[in-house]
């Protein structure tokens, strides 16, 4: 064991405060990374602060991880002492069921090892993640990060990307397809510069006439003040897909009402309450309504490879690990374009 350095939660009441824990040695099969940047998700807070429901302390958050290699065990292959590396949202799976047979480890149907919050798959030992100075993951979990990209840009992308960049894949976002974002946040924001990449026409939905200029900055090709009366009724059956970012209760009903026939409005943003859903916003016009977690660890790195070639990179803002409890309550009053990206230099 070696000893890591790290900002934890005590409790869902304590603000994240230095924290000295221990990271296993190196296995055969193993990368140890010296961390650089790793990103503020809102996730971190539900789940710092219980949330959810399904918090356990000491927690170390943190799952959008960039680094160093500085060390692989003797059976690693893909890595070398002096890469750039990134960790997302999970470190491990059983890797046998059909689920990760099929590449979508995030849906293991056994055990998912989550970055942190989670247990390792012996289902005892602790996941401690990326406010820290390193961590140690399985080789088959590591993704490959291109150099010479700021890598504070890049860290958000192993959850805002890939959470992003899914959906839109898998619903086919591309040219001749309409797709609408609702929300620009650090999801939204990364969903409007991945379809516009895709070649999709892009529609921003919000409430907020201030993210007027930046959504078009950000690729979309109009906005739409959805607080403006009127502002939606001429936009029904207009969309092959809508991604919904919102993370608060809010009405979907009349976004399906914007859909093409067999069109999809995918959430990615996680309510803390049930939404309700009308039978017939859905019957009429066989319109579907879907959730998408991540990707799996092979679609992680397409997404990468994508983001590096289109240099579609998150809007970060770069603080030091002393004010991530500050920036905490800003990402709650919104109060961030678009991700804080934490320099873990200065731990």
């Not at 789940?47 to 003797?74: C, F, K, L, N």
């Not at 005892?124 to 990209?149: H, N, Q």
């Not at 959805?226 to 976004?255: K, Y």
């Not at 019957?283 to 799996?296: D, E, H, M, P, Q």
Request: hydrophobic share 40%; charged share 25%; aromatic share 6%.
């Amino acid at each position: 064991m070696s000893q890591a350095r790290g900002y934890a939660a005590q409790d869902a009441k304590s603000p994240l405060a230095p924290f000295r824990f221990a990271r296993r040695q190196p296995g055969a099969r193993d990368v140890h990374i010296r961390i650089l940047y790793c990103g503020i998700c809102h996730s971190d807070i539900h789940q710092v602060r219980d949330e959810w429901g399904s918090s356990t302390y000491p927690m170390v958050p943190g799952h959008e991880i960039v680094g160093e290699v500085t060390r692989v065990g003797a059976q690693v292959r893909r890595f070398k002492a002096g890469d750039l590396a990134g960790v997302g949202c999970m470190v491990d799976s059983c890797r046998a069921c059909p689920s990760c047979q099929a590449g979508l480890e995030q849906h293991c149907q056994k055990h998912v090892s989550f970055t942190y919050n989670g247990t390792e798959q012996d289902l005892k030992t602790p996941t401690f993640g990326g406010y820290s100075s390193d961590i140690v993951v399985a080789e088959r979990f590591v993704l490959k990060v291109e150099p010479g990209l700021p890598l504070e840009r890049v860290a958000p992308l192993l959850c805002a990307g890939i959470t992003t960049y899914s959906p839109l894949k898998r619903w086919k976002a591309g040219p001749g397809r309409r797709v609408a974002v609702r929300g620009v946040g650090g999801l939204g924001h990364m969903a409007v510069k991945l379809a516009a990449a895709m070649g999709a026409e892009v529609t921003v939905l919000s409430g907020s006439k201030s993210k007027g200029p930046d959504a078009k900055r950000l690729g979309a090709h109009e906005f739409v003040l959805t607080s403006r009366d009127g502002a939606l009724a001429r936009l029904a059956g207009r969309f092959d897909l809508i991604i919904d970012t919102v993370c608060a209760p809010h009405d979907v009903n009349e976004m399906l009402g914007l859909l093409k026939v067999e069109g999809a409005l995918v959430l990615v943003g996680a309510s803390p309450k049930p939404l309700e859903v009308g039978a017939f916003p859905l019957i009429v016009g066989r319109r579907i309504l879907a959730g998408s977690l991540i990707g799996g660890i092979a679609e992680t790195q397409e997404m990468l490879d994508f983001c590096a070639r289109h240099k579609t990179l998150c809007d970060v803002e770069v603080i030091a690990m002393k004010d991530v409890n500050k920036a905490y309550e800003r990402v709650i009053r919104g109060d961030v374009r678009y991700r804080f990206s934490i320099d873990l230099a200065t731990l």
